[in-house]
């Protein structure tokens, strides 16, 4: 389970440092991908295996599981933590994301997001007022 919010830099190479309380868990490699909201969505082989079988069990009839796959998958890329705990970020990964200097990366469960940071900040103002007055259960049975 991956939680918290983490401020690294990226350098000038498009590399990133990963949290440092995940890096012995991600040390044999993570696959990286676009995410909803233009983030990165980061998972480790394990998780991107049970996502790869879900979405190889969707019926390909389905236009949406064929427009979401093609793109979720053309975008993924394998990256192995170097030495330092650092992975490089694609080009077209930091086209998508909006990814510059400054990043955010979160816990999100299962995997961990990458953020332009200005986008996350925007992104949060807007959703802390509705997570805050939620009045109905978010999740039933859960929350």
């Known amino acids: 389970m991956f939680l918290g919010t983490h ?4 350098d000038e190479k498009g ?9 012995d868990e991600l040390s044999d490699g993570v696959v990286i991908t676009k995410g909803q909201e233009r983030c ?16 190889r069990t969707a019926p390909v009839t389905a236009k949406s599981v064929r427009d979401y796959s ?6 993924a890329s394998d990256e192995v933590p170097d030495k330092q705990g650092r992975i490089t970020v694609p080009s077209a ?6 990814l510059q200097r400054d990043c955010v990366v979160i816990g999100a ?4 997001e990458i953020w332009d940071a ?4 925007t992104y949060l103002a807007e959703q802390e007022d509705s997570f805050s007055e939620a009045e109905e ?4 049975g859960i929350l």
């Open 7 to 10: 401020a690294p830099k990226l």
């Open 93 to 98: 990964l930091r086209g998508y994301a909006g």
């Open 40 to 55: 990165l969505y980061v998972f480790p082989h394990d998780e991107f295996g049970r996502i790869t079988e879900a979405l």
């Open 70 to 75: 093609r793109v979720f998958f053309a975008s």
């Open 15 to 23: 590399r990133l440092f990963l949290p440092a309380k995940y890096r």
């Open 137 to 140: 259960e978010v999740l039933p």
């Open 118 to 121: 200005q986008a996350w900040e």
């Open 109 to 112: 469960n299962t995997r961990l």
